[in-house]
């Protein structure tokens, strides 16, 4: 991402298919470069077993009734019981919908938010040169050092004096102010691998700082924004704990508030009914993993080397 | 700390050219106006008052009374604090390169042309979307306590073993280690993306000088990518530095066996809201920034000797 | 961020006013209206009350108390409830920033060991200045325990009594029966648990050793202590060094499952407990958790007994615990109206019969009988068990002080250290011990 190779300032050139081996022509032995191409497919898919294995653990416990989860590692099922999800889904008064549509809202302003803002405070931070720079920066690092847990409490009582508490915007117009330190930085270094030269010529044709962003660099930065895009998504579904301290009325909850509402240390807990329900709040992230990661990948292959 | 020197190191790649131009103080105004709004309404007041908190003896349910530099004192005899910095320099020197590695040697194996790469990178993410979560937890046990499925697989192997991994304190922390190392998925698409951005005229170019490919690995691959590899190193030294939910894995958030699992993060938490010394753990969180603070810096500093720029 | 002595003086005041601004100095609780002992009596609106009510549980618990809270809006037109809820551990984060915004909610599920620790930091509201509160259908006893220095901050939900459960039908499987347990002695108890580990060749345990602040306090009270009392420690380190020593004897001699896999299933749920999953006879328990574990059991019998004694003479050493109460906080603007939602909760035989035993055996006498007949049969043995145990009550004990909310996991951490042999337990009570005071004395 900050590498400015001599090769990344040429004129860009599409490559439409990103995985296509580059052309290394070696005389070698087919059948040993086959061996080896064999074996690595056998490595990586044991690999795939140890990656899977959680995931189907789950699937298969979401299946079993209370009292058979525990100590039973296997995969093997043999019985069925679908009543994890359908009890499970109205479990906690509202049907788990709600649940997973509240999450949908705050993930959808989260990305909304991140990749505008973040985007933005990015080209600042790399690309133009201002006053108060270094504090902003080191400012913005701090951000992402402090743990939370002692800046929630702060933050709680700023919320409760708006009177935005119990609802999503507290959840929400952080990101549009691109509180998020961490993908600013990332975009940091994703625009700084970008060849200077665009945006400067860019420039000498007239541009100013919001057309070369907005037209040259935004369209490069495809990765950088897939990756934030991504990463969003993934953490702010799966985020706890300011989810639990902003939102109070049930009809709010989000899924991981939901998920552990199921699970009551002193008492009986219903981990079927858990598990049935994280497998279905596993599969907006799964989807939003397989959609975006071709964009992850074919953005760089099409804009950073040849 | 000298924060103010880690963004000049950030940032120096530009620094020169951009010198005879004016600054561009309106247009950053403009671009840096939601984040300015941002620090200013949301951050650095919460920042400030932690900062203010660390100074006092704080509750949470009555007002903070300033004490001056008494919870500082404090940590020089907390035994448990100086438990939790051990664990969490353990974690980080033995996580963060193991997940580094495992994280680089499979983007490098997915990197060349092969069929099945959308499915992989799926496969291999998914520990990673899980995370820390209950299932987790849950199945943690199953693998690695006494009645696991690791003791069986010893077994198999000849090795007898009815050792409970998470529950000896000599051993719990590793099992943290392995599922830290285990959920490699983001910083393995971070070094998929960088790889392809190293341009493939490089290789082609080594390929006619009759290079072998460990070789054009070490020349080629390695140096462009330590950028990513940096970027990666930063990121997941202060992650791991906070560490939180992964504690909850072993131990459901007691830090046990014998605190042998106790993060720096989850002592703060456990001080903070458990007993409700939120002034302490306040001190304790600006401790940690100085920590975090001093390696990314030394981070940056290094980063001039080994991180190849091409600029 | 290098500052310079006058740099460093001025960030400091900056970040003084910041805390101000933020209201991190006004929104503590301690000097809010209403939160004195002295005034008047709050009376009831006339106009449209908002009151929001907040507890902890798991799925089973929400629907109930919505159907609950349903039934007492219908009766007050006028009033409008919003309940929430959180698991346990999300449940006292949550409170706490609340608390500490100045946002709490009016209404609060507390636990023992939080009560004092919120009433003292004057985050609750008198119970006692409401007129809207009934508490004369509950045993004085009990309320005592809903009080922290003569003042009452919690209103009792449930009792419950802490006992032995014993799976029968795996004390059958392994063709053992219980010994007298109305007589029994530590000794007896030790014998018996080594015996059902014995005849199971290891597969199944007898016992766990105890391991938490009830159960210390009735050790306490056995040796003619109290674990607290002028709101300081006060338990011998001896009593408390035989607390841990037991719990050592066990572990070594095979009556308890060995200390790493004591560990492994410290803090897990119940479901997770070797207990539930059958590889162990008796369970230390809160006696009303009996339909918890039957479930958890796959549904096994659990017969509940009495905790052994050091002479089978031995009375008034035991008391009922309220299983949970209700609080109302301090900066509440309706505490009236709250009183009047708690008093539905716990003393309405409407409430009592929506709810049944969710949150234990209901602590108001006329609905715990309205209520006993439709109990399922294992709630029903837990509720003449606590009955039974009226034999073996004395005075209530002080309950938990402010400052030692940890308690519980204070004692398993000095557990965990005298299993794994890293203390001895003479070590271990002294550390607790000076540990616990310090934290007490820092929290007053």
């Known amino acids: 991402m900050t590498t400015e190779t001599t090769t990344a300032h040429r004129p860009l050139e599409t490559e439409t298919v990103p995985s296509a081996s580059p052309q290394v022509r070696q005389p070698r032995s087919e059948t040993r470069r086959r061996l080896l191409g064999f074996l690595r497919h056998v490595a990586l898919l044991a690999l795939v077993v140890v990656s899977l294995y959680p995931v189907l653990w789950m699937i298969v416990s979401s299946l079993r009734p209370d009292g058979f989860i525990f100590g039973n590692a296997s995969l093997v099922l043999n019985t069925f019981e679908i009543e994890n999800y359908t009890g499970g889904w109205n479990a906690l008064g509202a049907p788990f919908s709600t649940y997973l549509l509240n999450s949908a809202v705050v993930v959808a302003g989260a990305i909304v938010g991140n990749l505008v803002t973040c985007s933005m405070a990015a080209y600042a931070f790399a690309r133009l040169r201002f006053r108060f720079q270094r504090p902003a920066f080191a400012i913005m690092l701090l951000m992402i050092m402090l743990p939370v847990h002692v800046v929630i409490v702060p933050q709680y009582v700023l919320w409760a004096q708006t009177g935005l508490v119990n609802s999503f915007w507290p959840l929400v117009i952080p990101k549009f102010l691109a509180t998020d330190g961490f993908f600013v930085f990332l975009m940091v270094q994703f625009i700084r691998g970008l060849p200077r030269e665009l945006d400067e010529a860019a420039r000498i044709d007239g541009a100013g700082h919001g057309r070369t962003f907005f037209q040259i660099l935004l369209p490069l930065m495809t990765p950088a924004l897939a990756t934030t895009a991504i990463f969003t998504f993934i953490w702010t579904w799966n985020d706890f704990f300011s989810q639990l301290i902003y939102l109070t009325d049930p009809n709010l909850y989000t899924v991981p508030v939901a998920l552990r509402s199921f699970i009551d240390a002193q008492s009986q807990s219903s981990y079927g009914s858990m598990f049935a329900m994280s497998v279905v709040s596993v599969i907006p992230l799964l989807v939003a993993f397989t959609l975006g990661q071709k964009y992850l990948v074919r953005g760089i292959a099409t804009t950073g080397g040849k | 700390m000298s924060l103010a020197e880690l963004q000049k190191l950030s940032t120096r790649s530009g620094g020169a050219r951009v010198k005879q131009e004016t600054p561009d103080n309106k247009a950053a105004l403009f671009f840096l106006g939601p984040w300015l709004v941002g620090a200013v309404a949301l951050t650095i007041g919460p920042m400030a008052a932690s900062l203010y908190l660390a100074f006092t003896d704080y509750n949470l349910l009555q007002d903070p009374r300033w004490i001056g530099l008494a919870n500082f004192e404090r940590m020089l005899e907390d035994d448990r604090l100086h438990k939790s910095i051990e664990v969490t320099f353990t974690y980080v020197a033995f996580g963060v390169p193991a997940q580094l590695a495992v994280a680089l040697l499979l983007a490098i194996a997915l990197d060349r042309g092969m069929r099945g790469l959308p499915f992989y990178r799926s496969a291999f993410y998914l520990p990673s979307l899980l995370g820390a979560s209950v299932a987790i937890a849950v199945l943690w046990r199953l693998i690695f306590g006494s009645e696991g499925l690791f003791n069986s697989i010893l077994g198999t192997l000849g090795i007898d073993s009815s050792t409970s991994w998470i529950a000896n304190p000599d051993t719990a922390l590793w099992t943290i280690v392995m599922l830290h190392v285990w959920t490699f998925g983001s910083p393995m698409v971070i070094f998929l993306a960088g790889l392809r951005q190293i341009p493939r005229e490089y290789y082609e170019a080594a390929s006619t000088d009759g290079a072998s490919p460990l070789r054009q690995f070490r020349s080629i691959t390695l140096p462009l990518l330590t950028p990513i590899i940096f970027f990666n190193l930063v990121l997941a030294i202060i992650n791991s530095f906070q560490a939180f939910t992964q504690a909850f894995v072993v131990s459901g958030g007691t830090g046990g066996p014998s605190d042998s699992t106790l993060f720096y993060t989850l002592y703060l938490y456990q001080e903070g809201f458990g007993a409700f010394r939120m002034g302490y753990a306040s001190a304790l969180a600006w401790l940690l920034v100085v920590i975090v603070g001093a390696f990314t810096v030394i981070n940056f500093w290094a980063s001039r000797f080994w991180v190849h720029y091409d600029d | ?444």
């Not at chain 3, 006692?128 to 508490?135: A, R």
Request: aromatic share 8%; with cysteine.
């Open chain 3, 1 to 444: 961020m290098r500052l310079t002595t006058s740099s460093a003086r001025r960030a400091a005041a900056a970040v003084a006013t910041t805390a101000a601004l933020l209201g991190l100095t006004a929104c503590g609780t301690g000097e809010q209206p209403g939160s004195g002992s002295e005034g008047e009596a709050p009376e009831l609106s006339e106009e449209a009350v908002t009151l929001r009510v907040t507890w902890w549980g798991g799925d089973s618990r929400h629907p109930l108390t919505q159907e609950a809270i349903e039934a007492f809006e219908e009766k007050h037109p006028n009033i409008k409830v919003e309940g929430a809820f959180a698991d346990w551990g999300g449940y006292w984060d949550k409170l706490a920033t609340q608390t500490a915004g100045g946002n709490a909610p009016d209404i609060m599920q507390m636990d023992e060991l939080y009560l004092a620790s919120y009433a003292d930091r004057g985050a609750l509201y008198d119970l006692e200045q409401t007129t809207q509160l009934d508490t004369s259908a509950l045993d004085p006893n009990i309320v005592d325990l809903g009080r922290s220095d003569g003042t009452l901050y919690g209103m009792p939900i449930s009792t419950t009594a802490f006992g032995i459960l014993a799976n029968t039908d795996l004390l059958d499987e392994l063709g053992l029966t219980l010994p007298d347990t109305t007589t029994w002695t530590w000794d007896d108890l030790s014998a018996f648990a080594e015996e059902v580990s014995e005849a199971s060749d290891g597969e199944v345990v007898g016992i766990s050793p105890l391991n938490n602040g009830y159960s210390l306090q009735l050790w306490a009270r056995q040796h003619g202590e109290a674990l607290f009392s002028g709101g300081a420690v006060s338990i011998s380190p001896e009593t408390l060094a035989g607390y841990f020593q037991q719990a050592l004897d066990w572990t070594e001699s095979g009556a308890a499952a060995s200390a790493s896999r004591q560990a492994e299933l410290a803090g897990v749920s119940i479901d997770q407990s070797d207990f539930s999953t059958r590889k162990q006879a008796l369970l230390f328990s809160q006696i009303t958790q009996i339909p918890a574990y039957e479930a958890a059991t796959g549904g096994a019998t659990l017969e509940p007994v009495k905790i052994p004694t050091e002479d089978a003479n031995e009375a008034d050493y035991s008391y009922l615990k309220p299983g949970m109460y209700w609080s109302v906080s301090s900066t509440s603007k309706h505490p009236a109206e709250a009183a009047l939602l708690i008093d539905f909760l716990v003393n309405d035989p409407e409430a009592g019969q929506i709810l049944g035993t969710d949150r234990g055996i209901p602590s108001n006498g006329t609905v715990r009988e309205a209520i006993v007949d439709g109990l399922e049969p294992g709630q029903q043995r837990a509720a003449e068990f606590v009955a039974a145990e009226e034999e073996y009550i004395g005075a209530a004990p002080e309950i938990t002080p402010n400052g030692a909310s940890e308690l519980d996991t204070l004692i398993a951490r000095y557990l965990e250290d005298v299993l794994f042999e890293s203390q001895t337990p003479d070590q271990a009570a002294e550390a607790f011990i000076d540990q616990l005071d310090a934290t007490i004395k820092s929290a007053n």
